[in-house]
Structures are given as C-alpha cells and as structure tokens.
C-alpha cells in the first residue's frame, strides 16, 4: 500500500511541475525563400561573412490568422541578415559530404506591402534586393539566438535544412505573440533547402521552403490527489 501511495505521489509531482509545449500550426509560412552570401558557395560559406535571405509569404495562422498572403492588394515578405558565419565545417567523405555553418547575430524583419512588387531579381544585392522586400510596414520583427545552414553535395536535389531561433522584439503585431501574463512566445524558423541549380535563381545560393512556428508552453495542469488515485483505482 505505502508503495503504491508514493508511486501516486510522484505522478501528482510531476504533473504540477513539467510544462507542456503548445501544439499549432506555423504561424508564418512561406515557399520560396532564397539566401545568398558574398564569396559564397552552398558548400563553403566562409568565415566573417554575412548571409541574408528574401521571401515572399504564402500563408499565416494562429496567432496572425486574419492575415490573406494571397490578397492580390497586399503583399507579405521577409527580410533575413547580419547573420555572420562562423564557418562551414565539412564532414564525411569527398563523395558523401555534410556541410554545416552557424552564424552569429541575424536580425529577422516582416513586412506588409500595399504595392505589391517583390521580385527574386538575379545576382542580389541589386536594385529590387532586397529593397522591394522592406518597403512596406513591419509588422514584426526579431534576433536570432541561434542559426544554422546544413547541406550535402549526395542527395539528387542537393538537400538540407536552414533553421534558427527567433526572439521577437518589435513590430505593428508583436503583441499577438504576447502570451497571459506579458511573455513573448519565441519563434522557431524552420524548413527544408536545395541548392540545385534548376531552381535557384542566379546569384542565391540556397532556396528555403520554410516556416516559422511559436514556441509557447503552455500553463501548468493542476490536479488534485484525489483525482490522481482515481486513475489507478
């Protein structure tokens, strides 16, 4: 019987004291997005140097659901930079290699445009690039804590990931991602990247089919004992 009672007590502990993280679909979403990095190759982005990205926005949800990406009036795009890459490490071997590269810094801006007009013009910086993709209201914006760009040189499309998380720090709608209590749910930007020559643009180095979801956990779920001895009875 004593047994049985502290084996209780031990679920009741830990159901008062371990959150739970908030199950959403993403936020922000969005298919393509391009990078690029000056010197740069999708094998070798080398140290000191600054990666950036563009994107255009496909589609929004909770919390920014009454958002329409596809308003023909509007149009919604990011700005990715001052991502400073710390160098690519290659590992592997010359016929099966992994790449990956983590930056430093990186500031995140997302805007909403009243005169649609972003285009992925060749050989950024340029004259639309990214200056079409900053036009407009920001509507939020945020610092990377952390970023990293993972490729390979085997699978058929040149495959990898582009992730990092976001810290949000202003913008028209920051409080949309203001949880109870005045917290600021942090973001993660995620998503897959080729660098297949076919469908990347000239000039850009990677392209993203990414999103960003928020990392809110939820309130803790109290119980009583009572109720605990119930699910054992």
């Not at 810094?105 to 909403?112: F, K, N, Q």
């Not at 040149?158 to 949309?176: A, F, P």
């Not at 600021?184 to 297949?196: D, H, K, Q, R, V």
Request: hydrophobic residues 35%; aromatic residues 12%; proline residues 7%.
């Amino acid at each position: 019987m004593k047994l049985r009672e502290t084996i209780l007590a031990a679920a009741l502990l830990a159901l008062a004291v371990v959150p739970t993280v908030q199950a959403a679909g993403p936020a922000i979403d969005w298919d393509p997005a391009y990078g690029w990095q000056a010197g740069g190759t999708p094998t070798n982005l080398p140290l000191g140097g600054e990666f950036k990205m563009v994107g255009v926005i496909s589609g929004f949800d909770v919390p920014l659901q009454e958002l329409n990406a596809l308003d023909p009036t509007k149009e919604y795009t990011f700005y990715v930079h001052n991502l400073i890459s710390g160098g690519t490490v290659a590992s592997g071997t010359p016929t099966m290699t992994f790449y990956e590269t983590y930056f430093a810094g990186g500031t995140i801006e997302v805007y909403e445009d009243l005169s649609p007009d972003a285009s992925f013009d060749p050989n950024p910086p340029n004259a639309g690039v990214p200056s079409d993709f900053i036009d407009g209201t920001m509507i939020l914006s945020g610092n990377f804590s952390r970023f990293v760009v993972q490729s390979n040189n085997f699978t058929v499309y040149k495959v990898g990931n582009i992730e990092g998380d976001i810290t949000w720090t202003g913008g028209t709608m920051l409080d949309r991602f203001r949880r109870i209590g005045g917290e600021i749910c942090p973001g993660l930007y995620a998503g897959g990247s080729t660098w297949n020559t076919s469908v990347v643009p000239a000039g850009y180095l990677f392209r993203h089919d990414g999103k960003i979801d928020l990392q809110c956990p939820t309130p803790t779920t109290g119980s009583t004992w009572g109720r605990i001895k119930s699910l054992y009875r």
